[in-house]
Nanobody
Framework: QVQLVDSGGGLVQAGGFLRLSCAASGRYTMVWFRQAPGKEREFVAGISWRSGDNTVYADSMRGRFTISRDNDKNTVYLQIDSLKPEDTAVYYC?????????????????WGQGTQVTVSS
């Protein structure tokens, strides 16, 4: 059974940063999505279970978002720099067995419970 626990959200001022964590029960291809109030779920970034630079980002997320993983801890991180109020959302991690991070969300059977990020102006 795949288990995911995401954490690290909070209330921060604009311009600040956060590092979200997703602890998994094994080594999987992992992604982050976010969902703001009244909006559809949005792909943020993904990282393959394969070694090497196997990361993908939504075009709008390049630059301020960095996904990484610690394989010893089976944990994936999402660093968000220069936070903006429009980053306010619930951030979810998800896992899949395939090697390529999918972007639609339909590829993922396993999801974390979500962690709230709130950015004040």
């Amino acid at each position: 059974q795949v288990q995911l626990v995401d954490s690290g959200g909070g209330l921060v001022q604009a311009g600040g940063f956060l590092r979200l964590s997703c602890a998994a029960s094994g080594r999987y291809t992992m992604v982050w999505f976010r969902q703001a109030p009244g909006k559809e779920r949005e792909f943020v970034a993904g990282i393959s279970w394969r070694s090497g630079d196997n990361t993908v980002y939504a075009d709008s997320m390049r630059g301020r978002f960095t996904i990484s993983r610690d394989n010893d801890k089976n944990t994936v991180y999402l660093q968000i720099d220069s936070l903006k109020p429009e980053d306010t959302a619930v951030y979810y991690c998800a896992a899949a067995f395939g090697a390529e991070p999918g972007r639609t969300g339909r590829e993922y059977q396993y999801w974390g419970q979500g962690t709230q990020v709130t950015v004040s102006s």
